[in-house]
């Protein structure tokens, strides 16, 4: 056998790899790339966990975050969570239990925990980008998708939150992963495994379910659904089900006629945004020269249709024109695209520099990769290095004249904790919107009714209660406190007119603020001062007849 071996190994045969100039690679030579690639991936993740993790809890919670974090202290028994944040919403509890696990175990919340929770599931997707580009288009299509990924300011923004969508994509990735591993019957276990890693994400976010037509695709264009027995296909519809089933029962179950209400309200509840919102989120997000690399990317692929190129294809049409159609659009949701992009984008880039290398010469290849590189990836280091440094929400104007927000609250934090300090237990705050209340519940254990909230069922999300006379209620002394917020009134100016028409009819009174000055959160008990950039401003109102008109219209330096 050692003389097999030895015969073997002195066979001139093609040998595996060549370098960039053309010329085989030597024994020693693949032991070098071996280590110049492990370095590379090592630098790559180390990035990727660096920009996720710095000033991880600069910035309270968000809307959402505070929802899900919740939830798992509600699932662990900590503290009076339970209270306010109902286990029993719109979405499966798979991440709430992870965190309820890790709050059990240290016995309280933690916001470090929760969001670094998260950026390690942000982090697994870079690496898992890799292994996967590097098997459908060699490595350096892994090593520069990865790379790409590391660095995009979408999703390293992203993956710094408490938001289902990030382990949800991450889930996605796997299964497409190993989707492709699939081949016909004898490698049946890998559609299996597609399946199983599908249904882990379903039980993550249930709008993970549109992975099945997304993989039905994939296996009828490329043929290999006619190497498929129905048998397997009904057997892993069926693993999707069985795990779905417990989050589909309990909520029936246990929700009563509010399981009913959420599907209405999802159904039913109006655009929040134009068609073309997730394109400019990619124009602004994953910079315009990426976004263009990506373009050139899809389109280079819909030109070779190989079979790599047909399972991506089919991941961004199916959950693409998901994200376009369904009603509802949020920045978090194109996070299960964006490693099919930068494959795309990373194997579109790694065929051109073979091209000029093949036409013209390796040093002017090598000299045209590093401009490139530059021109994509320059663009993204310093959105990527200031995602955790931007202590205010951010509104952006994009091409197609739509805004795209970005969901940080800042002061949000702070402004539930003074209600846990400085107001009774039995207190109730007035808001615009139920994302700040969700804070208020969060931070402050305080109750909430929200102005937008709908009365009728069918446009109101049902966790929240509707609030039909403000007017009653207030001069009942049902409603104590009125709070303004930035966020709310930029995307709301209507809601934000009526809340300050409540607080100047009701004698309001700041009682605190939080403003901007710079990079630093400032508050004050009492009115902000002039000319400050506010965030948000909670006032004590009058209860009883309104006798007089109050200034907090002009407090908030509207």
Not at 342 to 355: K, N, Q, S, T, Y
Request: aromatic share 12%; with cysteine.
């Amino acid at each position: 056998m050692m003389g097999g071996v030895r015969a073997r190994s002195a066979e001139p045969t093609t040998p595996e790899r060549v370098d960039l100039t053309g010329e085989p690679e030597g024994h020693h030579a693949r032991q070098r790339r071996r280590m110049v690639i492990s370095f590379a991936v090592l630098v790559i993740v180390g990035v990727a966990l660096y920009v996720r993790l710095i000033h991880l809890t600069a910035l309270g919670f968000n809307s959402d975050e505070a929802v899900y974090t919740g939830q798992a202290g509600a699932l662990a028994g900590v503290g009076d969570y339970a209270r306010n944040f109902s286990p029993f919403r719109a979405h499966p509890l798979l991440l709430q239990t992870i965190l309820a696990m890790e709050f059990t175990m240290v016995g309280h919340m933690s916001e470090v925990m929760s969001r670094a929770t998260v950026v390690v599931t942000g982090v697994a997707a870079v690496f898992s980008t890799y292994l996967l580009g590097r098997r459908m288009f060699g490595v350096a299509a892994g090593l520069a998708a990865a790379a790409g990924l590391a660095i995009m300011p979408y999703h390293v923004f992203i993956s710094r939150q408490v938001l289902l969508d990030v382990p949800a994509g991450l889930a996605i990735l796997l299964a497409f992963a190993a989707l492709y591993r699939y081949d016909g019957p004898t490698t049946r276990r890998w559609l299996y495994l597609a399946a199983a890693l599908a249904g882990i994400a379903c039980v993550i976010k249930e709008t993970m379910v549109v992975f099945a037509p997304a993989a039905l695709l994939y296996l009828a264009w490329s043929k290999i659904s006619a190497r498929t027995r129905v048998r397997d296909i009904a057997l892993c519809g069926l693993l999707m089900l069985v795990m779905l089933a417990p989050f589909v029962s309990t909520r029936f179950l246990f929700s009563g006629s509010g399981a009913g209400g959420y599907i209405i309200y999802q159904l039913f509840r109006p655009p929040n945004h134009p068609v073309w919102y997730f394109p400019v989120v990619f124009w602004i997000f994953i910079t315009p020269i990426a976004t263009l690399a990506i373009a050139y990317g899809v389109v280079l692929a819909c030109i070779r249709r190989t079979r790599a190129d047909k399972l991506l294809l089919s991941w961004l049409a199916v959950f693409g024109a998901f994200f376009q159609f369904w009603p509802t659009k949020l920045l978090p949701y194109a996070i299960i695209l964006v490693p099919a992009l930068a494959i795309l984008a990373a194997r579109g880039l790694v065929e051109l520099f073979f091209w000029v290398r093949q036409r013209w010469s390796s040093g002017i290849a090598v000299a045209a990769a590093f401009v490139t590189a530059i021109a994509v990836l320059g663009p993204m280091v310093g959105p990527a290095w200031r995602a955790g440094n931007v202590i205010r929400d951010s509104s952006f104007s994009g091409p197609l004249t739509t805004d795209v927000e970005v969901q940080d609250f800042a002061g949000g934090r702070e402004t539930g904790t003074w209600f846990a300090d400085n107001t009774p237990s039995n207190a109730v705050a007035l808001t615009m919107g139920p994302s700040l209340g969700n804070l208020v519940n969060f931070y402050g254990d305080r109750d909430f009714f929200a102005l937008s909230v709908s009365s009728d069922p069918k446009l109101r999300n049902p966790a929240y209660r509707p609030i039909p006379n403000p007017d009653y209620d207030i001069r009942q002394l049902e409603v104590q406190y009125a709070v303004w917020d930035a966020y709310t009134a930029d995307r709301s100016p209507w809601y934000s007119q009526r809340l300050r028409n409540y607080v100047a009819k009701y004698s309001g009174t700041p009682v605190f603020s939080v403003w901007v000055d710079g990079n630093n959160v400032e508050t004050s008990d009492g009115a902000p001062p002039a000319g400050a950039e506010v965030r948000i401003v909670v006032y004590k109102l009058v209860g009883g007849d309104p006798l007089q008109s109050g200034t907090g219209q002009q407090e908030t330096g509207q």
